[in-house]
């Protein structure tokens, strides 16, 4: 559909160009800010009440969304491949990305002032592919959060598109992409403000060109690298879709889990700059193991040396242990699945199985559920202590919300800025290991200092809430995930009836398929979000090798497993240009 053929009311623009001359006069007669920064602000309200418009003005009989389509449709995005890629070349394009992100992953964010960065999304690090100080600082968190936001509205059917037609298809795909570029800037802004502070010498030279607006031109360099570096990762994505194996984001969330693995187990680096000691030693789990072993006689390794070694940060066997179990229970789920039979309607003795999977919804709900805690903890920490969000209306600045420590509490409790202390933030946050829960309930007096000021019941509180949130946020994306990917009875009961297959002993109508079908997905579906969900905070509880989380080892693991049967089939289809075609290769 081009421009000129979207039907438009514009009486529309008329209520939308007041409402935004009423902001900019609100901003310009209460901040008095500079005109740098009334120009950015007017640039950026513009973009957004240009999109409101062209969504409210479409005067089609289709969604409201079509509105967008000329912003969509110009959008920088990576052509689809004119018929069947090589399997080689899809390698090809898979590893070069794969070397383009770790390449990415060490180029440093210019301007920045590394000695002050704080990490808003520590905890949830390796899930989100991210590294922080980088262009890679964001990580996929922004094309996550898009997909959670168009998840959520089309379950909720806000949003009103037929998913199965392509042109619907199309429109979701472009304002999926609008939402990722408007959450880029969402995630990047406040990290400016406080997190990313621009280095003092970058300010004094831009002062010296504007006086006055150094600090401002700054903040917005580094935003434009954020952005540039965010979006880059979104169209390496689709590279690896179109022209690759499987899925860009899960290629860097694997990427980077597998990165803190090998660190975690092998480093023999001291995790505290300074030479290696019993307070300081080696972060590796085999290297500390083996120094211990060396420098600790019998006597002491039964007064707190097989502690040290099984039991405490950093990287103890237990997690290690803990990591390798996590490998194989989801190896196991992975591989067990129910069964349903299948016969050809008119091909006699023509018979197959259509497979539903313990693990239906995949991984997908644990990285949603991942990503939606993390967006909780940095908005958390931003009303906490951002100077302007602090101060906002009956959230701004409250323990409820959550607490955080200053930079002189944090050292002396011996946390990250980013740990919350009190609120809805710590239930919610990552449990790390069992240092930091387990230990202080068996032994309060001895361990009471890993509870960071909290009692026995507060942290037994918290393990609840955090596994509960885990495993009912997974199974209500998983929902949401099977009724917006077409893996639902009906739509499942479509496809098998397009092939031409039915289940043996039942009448072939689609009724009747969707009533056999609908007695196994919806249970199947809870049963497998809810899996995923508690082997990720299960994970989470015990501890991982490199602080990985156990939603990242999880995720890698289905990741991995995953990749390996997408280049089984590729290598099929290669061989068997009839098998292409059937599998919709071309």
Do not use: C
Request: proline share 5%; charged share 10%.
């Amino acid at each position: 559909m081009a421009e000129e053929e979207v039907p438009r009311d514009y009486r529309w623009g008329v209520p939308i160009l007041v409402i935004g001359a009423l902001i900019l006069s609100i901003e310009w007669f209460w901040s008095h800010p500079t005109l740098l920064a009334f120009g950015l602000t007017s640039i950026g309200l513009a973009a957004i009440l240009g999109l409101v418009f062209l969504g409210l003005s479409y005067d089609g009989t289709k969604s409201k969304l079509y509105g967008l389509k000329p912003v969509t449709t110009r959008m920088p995005a990576i052509a689809q491949p004119k018929g069947h890629v090589h399997f080689r070349t899809k390698l090809f394009w898979v590893v070069a990305v794969l070397l383009m992100y770790f390449f990415l992953t060490n180029v440093f964010l210019y301007g920045v002032d590394q000695a002050t960065v704080i990490d808003l999304f520590q905890s949830y690090r390796a899930i989100l592919a991210g590294q922080q100080g980088t262009l890679m600082h964001l990580g996929i968190g922004p094309i996550v959060t898009g997909s959670i936001i168009m998840q959520l509205f089309t379950g909720a059917k806000i949003i009103n598109l037929d998913l199965t037609d392509d042109e619907d298809k199309g429109v979701y795909q472009g304002t999926q992409k609008v939402i990722v570029i408007a959450m880029i800037f969402v995630e990047a802004i406040p990290q400016v403000f406080g997190y990313l502070t621009p280095s003092s010498s970058l300010v004094s030279s831009l002062n010296g060109s504007s006086p006055g607006n150094g600090g401002l031109l700054a903040a917005s360099i580094i935003i434009a690298q954020l952005v540039f570096g965010s979006y880059l990762v979104f169209l390496m994505d689709e590279v690896v879709s179109k022209w690759g194996i499987g899925s860009g984001i899960s290629l860097f969330i694997a990427a980077g889990v597998s990165q803190q693995i090998v660190q975690g187990t092998l480093n023999w680096l001291p995790a505290q700059p300074g030479a290696i000691s019993a307070t300081n030693p080696p972060s590796g789990t085999i290297p500390k193991a083996i120094w211990f072993f060396q420098n600790y006689n019998a006597g002491q390794m039964a007064s707190g040396g097989w502690e040290q070694v099984l039991l405490h940060a950093p990287n103890p066997v237990v997690a290690l242990a803990g990591t390798a179990a996590i490998f194989f229970l989801v190896a196991w789920t992975e591989s067990t699945r129910i069964e349903l039979p299948l016969s050809h309607a008119e091909a006699r003795g023509a018979r197959g199985r259509y497979p539903l999977r313990l693990i239906y919804a995949s991984n997908i709900p644990v990285i949603l559920m991942a990503a939606l805690l993390a967006n909780v903890s940095m908005f958390s920490i931003l009303l906490w202590n951002n100077p302007t969000l602090s101060h906002f209306p009956f959230i701004g600045g409250k323990w409820w919300i959550g607490s955080y420590p200053t930079a002189a509490q944090a050292t002396a409790l011996g946390v990250s800025q980013t740990t919350p202390l009190t609120g809805g933030a710590y239930y919610l946050s990552t449990v790390n290991g069992l240092e930091s829960w387990l230990l202080p309930l068996l032994n309060f007096q001895t361990y009471g200092n890993f509870l960071v000021g909290h009692q026995w019941w507060q942290d037994l509180l918290h393990v609840g809430i955090y596994f509960s949130v885990m495993v009912v946020g997974s199974i209500m994306f998983a929902k949401f995930w099977i009724q917006t990917t077409n893996m639902g009875p009906e739509a499942v009961a479509r496809q098998i009836e397009a092939s031409g297959m039915q289940i043996p002993g039942f009448r072939r109508e689609p009724r009747v398929l969707r009533r056999v079908l609908a007695r196994y997905i919806p249970v199947i579906t809870v049963i497998s979000g809810a899996a995923v969900g508690a082997l990720a905070a299960g994970a989470d509880l015990i501890g991982t090798v490199g602080n990985a989380s156990g939603t990242g080892v999880l995720l890698t693991v289905g990741i991995v497993i995953n990749l390996y049967e997408a280049m089984g089939r590729e290598q099929l289809m290669e061989m068997n240009p009839l098998l292409r075609r059937f599998l919709g290769g071309e």
